[in-house]
Each structure stands twice: as structure tokens, then as C-alpha cells.
């Protein structure tokens, strides 16, 4: 790892840290205590079996943008396995490895990185769609524009700051872009139409657990804010979007009636899940016996 990619890494841990110790500064761990005392773990269990389905339909909207021909069970091991690095690993570096294990069953290193990006750009897009819905609606109509309005800025002011890096790195992706809205449009609309089930069964997850700690919230706006929070935490400025996530939560669920600790408590009982989850992944993927490749 360069110099500078280190000072990215250690300047987004920074500001991951900072903003997480302002919100444990504003916290009653008191009531965050009770919180977790009174949470009935029915409902988590529940969201638990959602956000497994979710990853599950993560991993197949890669799979569909996979050209060579291979099992989906060999490619869902080789995501999973990139997935749960890419939770540890800064810089997306965890999650773009897939391109490492999926070369053993004879996939091009270039169209595994296409995959996920292509993945990942219909995954902001919708996202930003549906953030158009409820931020507006949420707060006043200015203020949700204000909203989104700063956040393309942001995006842009970044664009021009890494323009020369992304260059670099992606230009050859673009003509394969090009080529596949062309020859493969189909896939690219089940890919979008399979983004929005995943992210309304995130949603759902949420609404579970919010419901565990005897929260009743209507279940679209949580789906609806779910996405305009994921579309925040998206921005490269901390790690795995540590902080930014927990404390737009925080902001976004508050006109809704949810006080800060049961917010906070739902967030943090979803990063755990997914952090042991991750664990056991790595673990067990290297532990069981390794399946030859065949494709």
C-alpha cells in the first residue's frame, strides 16, 4: 500500500472516529441500555433472515453481469468471501478481491471488476432515486433539494479532487459500459429491478428491528430512509461508512418520532450481524474442503 493510499485510509478513520465519538458524546447510554433491555429479539432474528436474503440477491446481481460460464454456487462462495473482506479491507479493496478468487474458475480478472462496478453505479442510481422521494417529503420540499443538491456537489468537488485516479484506473471500463448498455440491456433492467427488491427487504429488516424495540413506524418511510441513508454513507470520507451512517440515521429518523439511542442501538445490532457473520464466512470458507474448480 502507498503513502498516499495510507493517508486516505488513516484520514478516513479519523473522521469515521470523530463523528462516531460526537454521537456517543449526545447519547443517554442509559437509555441505550434500556433499549437493548427491552428489545424483543424475535424480531431481530426475523431481520436477521432478511438481510441473509438480501446478500443473497446482492451476490446474484453481480452474477448476472458475469460473462463466462461457471456455477452460481463457485461464484456466490468467491463474492461472499470478497463481501466479508470488504468490511475489513479499506478502499473497496475487500470487495473488488473477487476478481482474485473468481480467476481459479477461468473468469477474466477485467470482467470481474466490470461486474461490480456496473453493479455498484445501478445500485447509487437507484438509491438516488428513491432518495428523491423521501428527503423532500420528509423535511420541506427546499430543504430535501438543499439535501440532495449538496450531496452532487460533494460528489462532484470529489470527482475533481480523484479525477486523474479514476481516470487511470477505470477508462478501459468504459468502452465495456458502453458495449453492454448496448448488446445487454435486458440484464442491466433485471439487475435494477432486483436492486430495489434488495433494498426494500433491507427496509423490511429494519422495520423489524425497530418494531423489536416496541417502535411502530410505517414500513415505506423506514424502507425510504434506509436508502437515502445508505446513498449517504456511500461517500468515500470514512470507513465502510462508519459514523456518516449511524449519525444521518440518527438525523433522518428523528422527525419520525424515534429517539436517537433506539436508532443508533438498530444500526449497531445490523454491523455487528454482518461483522460475526463476516467472520464465520472467512473462517469457514477456508476451514471446509475447497471445491476443485469446474465451470
Known sequence: MDRKRMLRSFLKVIVSLGILLFILFKVDFNLLFEAFESLNWFYVVAA?????????VSGYCVFLFIPE????????????????????????????????????????????????????LITVFVLILFSLFVLPELFSFKIGIYLLVGFGILVLVLFIIFKE?????????????????KNSSGLIIVNFLLTIFKWIVVGIAFWFIFRGFGFSIDLVTV??????????SSL??????????????????????????????????????YYL?????IGSLYVFKKEKPRG
Open 48 to 56: 436477521f433472515i432478511l438481510l441473509l436474503m438480501s446478500l443473497f
Open 69 to 120: 460460464r461457471i456455477r452460481f454456487d463457485l461464484f456466490f462462495k468467491s463474492y461472499l468471501l470478497s463481501w466479508s473482506y470488504g468490511l475489513f479491507l479499506p478502499g473497496r479493496l475487500g470487495e473488488f478481491s473477487i476478481a482474485l478468487f473468481l480467476k481459479k474458475y477461468s473468469v477474466r480478472y477485467e470482467n470481474s471488476i466490470f461486474a461490480m462496478i456496473l453493479d455498484k
Open 165 to 181: 485516479w479514476v481516470v487511470r484506473r477505470y477508462m478501459k471500463y468504459f468502452g465495456m459500459f458502453r458495449n453492454y448498455i
Open 223 to 232: 424502507v425510504l430512509l434506509n436508502m437515502a441513508i445508505l446513498l449517504l
Open 236 to 273: 468515500p470520507i470514512t470507513i465502510s461508512g462508519w459514523g456518516i451512517r449511524e449519525g444521518a440515521a440518527i438525523v433522518l429518523y428523528g422527525p419520525c418520532g424515534l429517539i436517537k439511542e433506539v436508532v443508533l442501538a438498530c444500526y449497531l445490532i445490523v454491523r455487528v450481524f
Open 277 to 281: 457473520l463476516a467472520v464465520v464466512l
